[in-house]
């Protein structure tokens, strides 16, 4: 059973467009986070939810919007996609939000031609 | 600069030698883990050193953490070629709300077979 699920696992779009990553967890944890990898791997924190409220808004362009129906789900949208947005996102949960050990998803490679 | 730096940047040994990473952070932490990243997948997590711990065993890895020299290091003893991957270091400050972790640069490690 995948305890950290994202899809797609590729994404290729074209400048301008609007895409979503979606992202599951069936481990039954609170805390939910969205990073961007870049292609130095480079991993940085873009967003984190607990229990479905957002606690962590990093400073990226408003164009990323995360929402969080559940404490299960936590999905991102882009819109208007950009050159720069080309990364591997992933999306990972943690028990609590008390800095605790954070489990992963596989990534999402999104590029942006 | 970052909190988390990883040195060396990257490390090439030959199976069933020891490889030896090192993490320094700038500024207080509530705990300092480390996370093994192999190539084209999601982060997965290692060791978890508390603030008030100095040292750690899991399996063939020792995590050592200095407070006072604000750095921590990741020894795996006995590598094996599946062993390589990346591997990051990511500190919860002390000062930080909620359940952000930094992480730092990371180390490729590539153990020959």
């Known amino acids: 059973d995948t305890a950290v699920s994202q899809t797609p696992k590729y994404l290729v779009t074209q400048m301008g467009n609007d895409k979503s990553i979606k992202c599951e967890q069936n481990?039954?944890?609170?805390?939910m986070y969205w990073y961007k990898q870049d292609s130095k791997k480079f991993l940085k924190i873009m967003f984190s939810?607990?229990?479905?409220?957002?606690?962590i808004n990093e400073t990226v362009p408003n164009r990323f919007s995360p929402k969080s129906p559940d404490k299960a789900h936590l999905n991102l949208h882009i819109n208007s996609l950009e050159l720069g947005d080309s990364a591997v996102y992933f999306c990972?949960?943690?028990?609590?939000?008390?800095?605790?050990?954070?489990?992963f998803g596989p990534g999402t490679r999104l590029t942006v031609l | 600069s970052q909190q988390g730096e990883e040195d060396p940047q990257a490390l090439s040994i030959q199976e069933g030698e020891n490889a030896t990473m090192n993490c320094s952070y700038k500024?207080?932490?509530?705990?300092l883990q480390w996370y093994r990243q192999n190539s084209g997948r999601g982060l997965v997590h290692l060791i978890l050193i508390r603030s008030n711990e100095r040292e750690k065993h899991s399996g063939r890895l020792r995590v050592t953490l200095d407070t006072s020299k604000k750095s921590s290091s990741l020894l795996i003893t006995a590598s094996r070629a599946a062993d390589t991957a990346s591997y990051f270091c990511a500190t919860h400050g002390r000062e930080t709300s909620g359940s952000r972790l930094t992480f730092g640069e990371g180390t490729q490690l590539t153990v020959n077979p």
């Open positions: 939810y607990n229990n479905k409220e957002l606690i």
């Open positions: 990972a949960s943690s028990q609590d939000w008390a800095g605790g050990t954070q489990f």
């Open positions: 500024t207080s932490i509530n705990n």
């Open positions: 481990l039954g944890h609170d805390t």
